[in-house]
């Protein structure tokens, strides 16, 4: 339900499960439960949108449910295997299939298409692109108004590209020679970049659909929809737009606005900080890149912690010293910085740098001894002691 109302699609308060009968080795039983408007049913939801970066919409024809078939495995790539396996245990388990209709012209559009949904997604909590074969796409070509061509089970937006790219390409060259492009299903063969014929394509009325006996209709009614609308809050476009027109990077801004978590944070802490873009930044980078290596399923309520280390965010130059501070403030422990004078011996550490660089100092007239000690000491200590650094320098180089 969720899917549906953030692609804008109108929900049914009643769906109902057919039976799609085919046979392939993957469905064991001969048939599939899905659900299928053509066939008298209604679907979860239908008439939607997701809108592409050029401001055009791609519609999206239905939100339905189905069963997952088998997986099939060839060894070594499917055209030099001897035998395929096939793998039965996600067999059965229920599945999403979001429907669009034929608006996409390019295969760069079909690539933004895939990634604006997974965006849109992991907006909701489904982090489809941590597990594998969490997301495949069935990609349909046609091209010059020629027969559609189905290439089955294609994985991420950068697969998608090149199967469309492909099969154009294909189909392109086919329709030159005066050939007949089939209508028929394929499949992608990663390791030589080809689509493969696999059988020939069904048409409707050889799926035999008939109403699923064993299930009933699935009742929503519109109180139960408009509290999930409510849950859900803001969608992705709208927290997007809302970040950049507050001057953030649009590159931070898509990743902050497609992370729930990170972004409800990033609202509790914008109006106590100076630099809305130094958050951000922290926010999507270290923040993130601890989150994704833990199981951290909340951050902490408290953001005080989170806006010093913010404040001193671009002061220190050593990204893991970042990541140590980021790890203590989720563990809820005090992040605090030495305010007053620096605990290092200034005037020792320069002194030693002089010494380690001596052969490197001979020839150079000051402003590059400056430069070239200034830069050893900031990447070994940081901005945080710059300004001692520098009078200590000039004090012992005898250029003040």
């Known amino acids: 339900m969720k899917i549906a109302i953030s692609l804008g699609a109108t929900p049914y308060e009643k769906s109902y499960f057919f039976r799609k009968s085919y046979f ?18 209604y679907p979860i939801a239908h008439d939607g949108a997701l809108e592409l970066g050029t401001g055009k919409k791609v519609r999206i024809e239905r939100v339905h449910m189905e069963e997952d078939p088998g997986r099939i495995f060839y060894e070594g790539g499917r055209s030099e295997a001897r035998y395929a396996l096939v793998d039965y245990n996600r067999s059965g388990i229920a599945l999403v299939e979001i429907v669009s209709s034929p608006d996409m012209s390019s295969a760069a559009e079909a690539r933004e298409f895939l990634e604006k949904l997974i965006l849109t997604l992991n907006d909701l909590g489904m982090k489809v692109q941590d597990f594998e074969g969490s997301i495949r796409c069935d990609v349909n070509v046609s091209y010059g108004g020629g027969e559609r061509v189905e290439v089955k089970n294609v994985t991420g937006s950068s697969q998608v590209e090149k199967v469309v790219l492909y099969e154009v390409m294909r189909q392109r060259t086919l329709y030159e020679r005066g050939a007949k492009v089939d209508r028929e299903t394929r499949a992608w063969d990663e390791r030589r970049r080809i689509t493969m014929s ?43 737009n809302e970040l950049i027109s507050s001057g953030i990077n649009p590159a931070i801004a898509k990743r902050l606005a497609g992370d729930a978590m990170l972004y409800t944070v990033y609202r509790r802490a914008e109006s106590s900080t100076q630099s809305r873009a130094r958050l951000a930044s922290l926010l999507v980078n270290e923040v993130a890149y601890v989150i994704k ?94 300004k001692q650094f520098a009078a200590a320098l000039l004090m012992e180089l005898k250029l003040g």
């Open 24 to 41: 392939y080795p993957d469905l064991p039983k001969n048939f599939q439960i899905t659900q299928y408007d053509k066939a008298g049913g």
């Open 198 to 240: 696999s059988r020939s394509k069904e048409v409707e009325a050889e799926y035999r659909y008939m109403p699923e006996p064993d299930l009933p209709a699935l009742s929503l009614d519109k109180s139960f929809i408009e509290l999930v609308r409510k849950q859900m809050g803001g969608t992705y476009d709208e927290r997007f």
């Open 293 to 386: 290596g833990s199981d951290v399923k909340e951050l902490p309520q408290s953001v005080d912690g989170l806006l010093k280390i913010a404040k001193r965010y671009e002061s220190i130059s050593d990204h893991h010293r970042v990541v140590e501070l980021v790890r203590l403030w989720l563990k809820g422990g005090k992040i605090e910085f030495n305010e007053g004078k620096s605990n290092l011996n200034i005037e020792g550490i320069v002194k030693e740098a002089i010494d380690e660089n001596a052969d490197k100092l001979q020839g150079l007239d000051g402003k590059r001894k400056m430069e070239l000690l200034m830069g050893q000491l900031t990447k070994k200590y940081g901005n945080e002691n710059k």
